[in-house]
Antibody, heavy 121, light 108 residues
Framework: EVQLVESGGGLVQPGGSLRLSCAASGFTFSSYWMSWVRQAPGKGLEWVAN????????YYVDSVKGRFTISRDNAKNSLYLQMNSLRAEDTAVYYCARKYRTHNTGWFDPWGQGTLVTVSS | SYELTQPPSVSVSPGQTARITCSGD??????AYWYQQKPGQAPVLVIYKDSERPSGIPERFSGSSSGTTVTLTISGVQAEDEADYYC???????????FGTGTKVTVL
């Protein structure tokens, strides 16, 4: 069974940092693009970042560029999101998702259960 | 920036058909995908590449595309289909992704 389990969320002050982790199992992790998607409380979904199988390509939504870094460790079947200079508007549930990509399109399946990040003083 | 627009809500009686639209300028050139999200749960893919249904998704879920609008149709709606639904697509390079504004489906 494919499983994605996020961890590392919590309460952090504005300007602070947090590192999220996602442990993958049930599939060949190194063969897939991976992504982070977030959802602010009571709001819709927002794509955050993608990373290629070998980590050689990374893409971010404009609002997190320069502050967030996506990375992976294929030996540990793990995905990470380093979040720096956090703002109140980064408060959200952060989901890890396996990403399918073909040519110039892609989709997310499955998703983890999410981890809540709260940025507040 | 690229946007996908959905109606905020759709109400339907059990056994009837619910149609959820998603509009975006790039949709004639890009596939659309649909996710179902129930309260407190992670999203689940229900349609990919406009009209393909993943294994395990009931046949009552279908998708279609016409010009700048894609549509998710739920035929014979059941109480368990009450959820938020989001469309999703990508930019022309496939490196940036966007979700629709979301539609809450209420089963009366």
């Amino acid at each position: 069974e494919v499983q994605l389990v996020e961890s590392g969320g919590g309460l952090v002050q504005p300007g602070g940092s947090l590192r999220l982790s996602c442990a993958a199992s049930g599939f060949t992790f190194s063969s897939y693009w991976m992504s982070w998607v977030r959802q602010a409380p009571g709001k819709g979904l927002e794509w955050v970042a993608n990373i290629k199988q070998d980590g050689s390509e990374k893409y971010y939504v404009d609002s997190v560029k320069g502050r967030f870094t996506i990375s992976r460790d294929n030996a540990k079947n793990s995905l990470y999101l380093q979040m720096n200079s956090l703002r109140a508007e980064d408060t959200a549930v952060y989901y890890c998702a396996r990403k399918y990509r073909t040519h110039n399109t892609g989709w997310f399946d499955p998703w983890g259960q999410g981890t809540l990040v709260t940025v507040s003083s | 920036s690229y946007e996908l627009t959905q109606p905020p809500s759709v109400s339907v009686s059990p056994g009837q058909t619910a149609r959820i639209t998603c509009s975006g300028d790039a949709l004639p050139k890009q596939y659309a995908y649909w996710y179902q999200q129930k309260p407190g749960q992670a999203p689940v893919l229900v349609i990919y590449k406009d009209s393909e249904r993943p294994s395990g998704i009931p046949e009552r879920f279908s998708g279609s595309s016409s010009g700048t609008t894609v549509t998710l149709t739920i035929s014979g709606v059941q109480a368990e289909d009450e959820a938020d639904y989001y469309c999703q697509s990508a930019d022309s390079s496939g490196t940036s992704y966007v979700f629709g504004t979301g539609t809450k489906v209420t089963v009366l």
